[in-house]
């Protein structure tokens, strides 16, 4: 099919240069409108810079995020390092690459990566990141990739603030966005269970789910939340990161529960939704239906390997149930199959409590 496109014959003129190309490439789709999808330029993004070129100049942030934000100025934002883009000597796949999978296999969620701004800590992970074709910021972090890898040390507490000062940065500039861990698996467009009342300032996902939406007995976890950018929210940022000094020894995670535990959201008259784990759902507590479930993270696993070993088992569980929904609709919309959904136990987590040293969580 390709033969009949005029822009792969185009590109093969190496001598050209991108700009030349690119402009070439608007004049003919423009002569040649009814080509269609069929002739889309080969690589994911209209950014064409070779995965191994230096990252562009630190003001490229707004840049990078009107390039990841649709009308609604709203990005998923997820931040890398090298340990989550390096791979281990029995692994396939790096954290990076199972979490871009399952917005492919996921139902309604290959559109989502257009939105997905992938932040690079190190240089491994933005080379990482640029060879996936995705859309690559690069955050420089002081001193960095010393031992980020692993879980409290220093570096690494280092990084967990900066990205918080990062975020908030992203909400100063007017951006709503979605934050995800990279071990986070998107198996269904979230944004449908999320609230699209305005006057809910955060939605974030809880280890455990009370029952209760609005509760803050709920014990929240910020590996993945929807924050909308205003007033409050970015009070809530300075607040937060204005604990850096005041918090040796913590996660930002723990400062953040503490932060709420001192009334913090009700002093900013901040609305926050607290997240159903049926619908995002992690180790700590699977969902319970295979039919609502959008995400799954591996939170209460403690190793990257572990990690990567068992959210590959939950991709595998959740490609089965895609295909026995497939028979099922085959077989004339037959339910009541449900129950025979469930997820494999998360044995490499469970055997990584017992055996390995502490590591990035
Ligand atoms: C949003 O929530 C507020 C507060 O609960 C409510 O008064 C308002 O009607 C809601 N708006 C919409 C559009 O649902
Ligand atoms: C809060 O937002 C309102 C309008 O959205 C704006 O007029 C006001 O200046 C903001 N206040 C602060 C402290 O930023
Ligand atoms: C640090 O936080 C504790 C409470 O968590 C507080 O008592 C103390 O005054 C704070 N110190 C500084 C320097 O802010
Ligand atoms: C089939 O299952 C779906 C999802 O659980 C449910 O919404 C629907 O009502 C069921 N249909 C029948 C005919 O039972």
Avoid at 99 to 117: C, E, I, K, M, N
Wanted: hydrophobic content about 35%; charged content about 25%; some cysteine.
């Amino acid at each position: 099919m390709m033969d009949h496109c005029p822009k792969s014959s185009l590109a093969n003129i190496s001598v050209l240069s991108l700009v030349v190309v690119g402009i070439l490439y608007l004049y003919v789709s423009s002569n040649y409108p009814s080509l269609g999808y069929g002739c889309a330029i080969p690589v994911a993004n209209s950014d064409v810079r070779p995965y191994d070129a230096p990252p562009p100049p630190a003001d490229e942030l707004g840049r990078a995020l009107q390039m990841a934000a649709k009308a609604d100025r709203t990005v998923i934002l997820t931040v890398v390092n090298e340990a989550y883009t390096e791979q281990d000597v029995n692994s396939d796949k790096t954290m990076l690459d199972l979490f871009v999978d399952s917005f492919w296999l996921g139902d309604g969620t290959r559109h989502l990566l257009d939105r997905l701004l992938v932040v690079a800590v190190d240089r491994t992970a933005y080379r990482r990141c640029r060879f996936r074709r995705l859309n690559c910021y690069r955050l420089e972090t002081e001193g960095e990739g010393r031992d980020e890898k692993l879980y409290m040390s220093e570096g690494f507490v280092r990084m967990m603030w900066r990205r918080t000062q990062f975020l908030g940065e992203v909400l100063r500039k007017g951006y709503n966005f979605i934050f995800t861990d990279t071990d986070v698996m998107w198996l269904r467009n979230p944004f449908p269970w999320l609230s699209n009342n305005v006057t809910v300032d955060l939605q974030i996902s809880t280890d455990k789910f009370n029952g209760d939406p609005w509760s803050e007995r709920n014990p929240i976890n910020t590996g993945f939340y929807f924050v909308r950018s205003n007033n409050r929210t970015t009070s809530l940022f300075d607040a937060w990161y204005g604990r850096k000094a005041n918090s040796t020894g913590k996660k930002e995670q723990d400062v953040l529960i503490d932060l709420m535990h001192e009334g913090l959201f009700q002093r900013l008259g901040l609305r926050v939704r607290f997240l159903d784990t049926d619908y995002f759902s992690g180790f700590c507590r699977d969902s319970k239906d295979f039919d609502r479930v959008a995400t799954v993270h591996s939170n209460c696993c403690r190793s990257i390997k572990a990690k990567v070993f068992d959210l590959s088992v939950v991709l595998r569980d959740w490609k089965r149930y895609k295909w026995r929904r497939g028979q099922r609709k085959v077989a004339g919309g037959r339910n009541g199959t449900g129950s025979y959904n469930r997820w494999t136990p998360h044995v490499g987590c469970w055997r990584a409590w017992r055996t390995t040293p502490q590591q990035k969580q």
